[in-house]
């Protein structure tokens, strides 16, 4: 049964094809497809154009809302600069945008399966990662800091050799680290903060995470302090599932237009003060 369907399909886009190509041109076949098709064109030019998104009307964001200023909880709604990016990349879309708060390692398994459209986490773009998802036009400049006790004897990343780093599970500085010291140096923590508490116990010797969640956290457990040497140098995309191109380019194309009309830097200047 699901044989002969694909048959006919397969028969029906050869048909198509060989009158010429786009399904635009198969359209004249029949009058009432024409019709149809004038129409839509008429709203296409009112509206922009629909994509096809998991949920009818919406855009589907999943996050980990653990990454302040990017993502975190005020009271019951998730703010941050991803929150505020997507919702306007969504009403270019003429869609709502849907926030969905899971781990951090669960966002690209669940942008491949197919259950979210997008994933905003300040997540850095990786060639492992660019296996399993496609990236959208970059957004942000980050990098990976050391935090450590302001009384602290780590310097630099070379003092942390045979020391306990405190990462977030999953994250850059969770796969830099493991490369660089090996696992029996890693302390992986489900949430930044998590680690962050953990070296004010001094139960590890440091933390190396993302510079803007670092300063977010440092300021509210006394002790801390971020060294001045940066570890890596890192940009932020979003993710997509892979070969959807047309989800893919209707994102860079909104970013490309936040990014020129200074909506991006507004939003970038709402959530971090220029020191
Ligand atoms: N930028 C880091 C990464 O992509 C951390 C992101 C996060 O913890 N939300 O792995």
Known sequence: MKKGISILLAAAMLAMTACGGSSATATTAAPAATTAAAAE????????????????????????????????HDNNTIVGIDADICAAIAEKMGLELEIEDI??????????????????????????????????????????????????????FDDLKGKK??????????????????????????????????LSQTKIDAVVIDGEPAKKYISEVPGLKILDESYTDEEYAIAIRKG????????????????????LDAIVAKYINAD
């Open 165 to 198: 780093v405190g990462v977030q599970t999953g994250t850059t500085g969770d796969i830099y680290v493991t490369g660089d010291l090996g696992d029996e140096c890693v302390e992986r923590y489900a949430k930044g903060m998590e680690a962050v508490q953990a």
């Open 41 to 72: 064109t008429k709203a296409a030019e009112a509206a922009p154009a629909a994509v096809k998104t998991v949920q009818e009307g919406k855009l589907v964001m999943c996050t980990n809302a653990e990454f302040p200023p990017y993502e975190y």
């Open 103 to 156: 781990a951090f390692d669960s966002i690209i398994p669940e942008i491949s399966s197919g259950k979210a459209d997008i994933g905003a986490a300040g997540m850095t773009v990786t060639e492992d990662r660019k296996q399993n998802v496609d990236f959208s036009e970059t957004y942000a400049k980050a990098s990976q800091v050391i935090i450590v006790t302001e009384n602290s004897e780590v310097k630099g």
């Open 244 to 263: 959807n191109t047309e989800l893919l380019d209707a994102v860079n194309k909104a970013i490309g237009e936040l990014k020129a009309d200074g909506t």
